[in-house]
């Protein structure tokens, strides 16, 4: 459901380019929650040494196939415990999509991002994306969020609030030889405030730039001196 593939790597660069998002005199990357790997794939294409970790291995099967002849290593782990496995210092670490509201507690992302913070190089970048549901509809038809459709898939999420979490209801309806059925699955996110996280990364040392919106995503741009 991610649609075209060559129009989101395409989108990733434009992004990176937007960011100036070159490598540095340690030539490595760390992507937090990297998914089949179309980020990791983009950095590498840079000049990037990309470590790729995500906790789903059928995820990380399909980034060792896309990205099997650029120097990407994939990691099966939480990404919370990547400062374990990664202790060199990196020139850039990323967790984009909506990768960050999957930490548990906004105790847990501040922990996350003082790691993030000491594992960069002097210079060093984090760039990072979510959704902001902190001003999410509480009733009504506006919780269904359409996500995509072609002519066999139709994907939408039904949203409800639990406090500090939201509830996401995946509702996935694919037609097949006997006709439609529907697939539906559940898990929760953080209602992460974009203030929160700026405060957040600016106490572990890091210079914030303002966040910017695109394509329903608040993007963070932070280094560190």
């Known amino acids: 459901m991610l649609g075209d ?3 989101v790597l395409d989108g990733a660069r434009a992004r990176f380019d937007a960011l ?3 490598p540095g005199g340690t030539r490595r990357a760390i992507d937090l929650g990297a998914g089949p790997g179309l980020h990791a794939l983009v950095l590498a294409e840079r000049g990037f040494r990309v470590l790729a970790i995500d906790s789903c291995p059928s995820l ?3 980034l060792e196939t896309l990205t099997a002849d650029l120097p990407v290593r994939g990691l099966r782990a939480d990404l919370c415990d990547f400062a374990r496995h990664h202790p060199e210092p990196a020139d850039l670490v990323t967790c984009l999509g909506d990768t960050l509201t999957h930490v548990p507690t906004p105790a847990a992302v501040e922990t996350l991002l003082c790691d993030v913070a000491r594992t960069l190089a002097p210079r060093g970048v984090f760039v990072a994306s979510f959704r902001d549901y902190t001003g999410t509809p509480a009733r009504g038809g506006d919780r269904f969020v359409p996500v995509r ?3 066999d ?3 939408t999420c039904f949203l409800e609030l639990e406090g500090e979490r939201v509830q ?5 309806h694919e037609r097949g030889d006997a006709g439609w059925s529907l697939r539906v699955s559940s898990y929760p996110k953080l209602r992460l ?3 929160f996280v700026a405060d957040a990364l600016s106490r572990a040392g890091l210079r914030v730039a303002s966040p910017e919106r695109h394509d329903g995503l608040v993007w963070f741009h932070a280094r560190r001196d």
């Open 20 to 22: 100036g998002i070159r």
């Open 149 to 151: 459709a072609d002519a």
């Open 5 to 7: 593939l060559d129009q």
């Open 153 to 155: 898939r139709i994907l």
């Open 60 to 62: 990380l099967a399909e």
């Open 168 to 172: 996401v209801h995946d509702l996935l």
């Open 193 to 195: 405030d974009p203030a």
